[in-house]
């Protein structure tokens, strides 16, 4: 599992993560939910390291992500972060294929392809594979970035607001795949996400964070509550039940 104790991040005076300590169940999808300004996105960069804490301490399994090697973290755990950005013209499957240089140090094997040809085919990028990123749309590009991540064959996978420029259609299909992840080959995945409804159908467990702390965390069914979300969010919404799923009515 992700153990993190007392972990704290400031910028001047304003206290981003205050004193967060959580535990994040292996072999789950956890989301972080909670309105701009909460910390999410920040406290996904301590765990993954790309952001150092100011205090307190995250642990991976039995070890502490700051005394990890970086070579050895990487074939660990895998960040996609909120925005992406590179200078070099590259084609889909030349960008889903940079996720296994961590294992091939850019020599890939036919095994290195396997694993990029499975990403492609779970995000359902053949048909683009050969097309550049910059004849591609935002949606088609996240996907492409999303494929990168899933071909790097971590246990851990931490996204940042994954489904940022998708359409419906793909955004069902993205967190599909993730629970795919989760369920067929037991691997743990965090995200942060906005879209409560999508954390309420897909999520073992949420984590609702305001103002750099924890309001609760807990599994889904409890966390998706109208005292809660009243608390983290800050307005009246009502839930209704449909299926096995709670969907929250927030935009009347």
Known sequence: MVTIKNVSKAYGSKQVVDNVSLSIAKGKITSFIGPNGAGKSTLLSMMSRLLSKDSGEIWIGDEEISRCKSDALAKKLSILKQSNQINVRLTVRELVSFGRFPYSKGRLTAEDWSYVDQAIRYMDLEEMQHKFLDQLSGGQNQRAFIAMVIAQNTEYIFLDEPL??????????????????????????????????????????????????????????????????????????PIETMGTNKICIYFT
């Open 164 to 237: 940022n420029n998708l359409d419906m259609k793909h955004s069902v299909q993205i967190m599909k795949v993730l629970r795919r992840l989760v369920d067929e080959l037991g691997k743990t995945v965090v995200i942060v996400i906005h879209d409560i409804n999508f954390a309420s159908c897909y999520s073992d467990h949420i984590v609702a964070l305001k103002e750099g702390k924890v309001v609760k965390a807990g599994p889904t069914d409890e966390i998706i509550d109208n005292a809660v979300l009243q608390e983290v969010y800050g307005m009246d919404i």
